[in-house]
């Protein structure tokens, strides 16, 4: 079973930018596409990013096209997620999470990222 790790939150300003890192282990996460949710506050989780297993797709939604870049180095097992323009409303508990047969994965503990105005 392949255990995630997020890491690399903070506060930070907007405007500010932060990188995200999930490290996997257990097992790969090559053949996995991965991707980044997040979840506020009093709020469902949503989906962030995508990023097929090749990293030759990507997907974004549309609250944060233009700003996050979702990668991925599969030699070292690890999937990142640049953040730039970082806004308030981007404040959440972010997770990366493997796509299976049935969704999103659970994903690791998460990492607190919060944005102040």
């Known amino acids: 079973q392949v255990r995630l790790v997020e890491s690399g939150g903070g506060l930070v300003q907007a405007g500010e930018s932060l990188r995200l890192s999930c490290a996997a282990s257990?097992?790969?996460?090559?053949?996995?596409?991965m991707g980044w949710l997040r979840q506020a506050p009093g709020k469902e989780r949503e989906f962030v990013a995508a990023?097929?297993?090749?990293?030759?797709?990507?997907e974004y939604a549309d609250s944060v096209k233009g700003r996050f870049t979702i990668s991925r180095d599969n030699a070292k097992n690890t999937v990142y997620l640049q953040m730039n323009s970082l806004r308030p409303e981007d404040t959440a508990v972010y997770y990366c999470?493997?796509?299976?047969?049935?969704?999103w994965g659970a994903g690791g503990q998460g990492t607190q990222v919060t944005v102040s105005s």
């Open positions: 999470a493997a796509y299976t047969a049935t969704g």
């Open positions: 990023i097929s297993w090749r990293g030759g797709n990507t």
């Open positions: 257990g097992r790969t996460i090559s053949t996995y596409r």
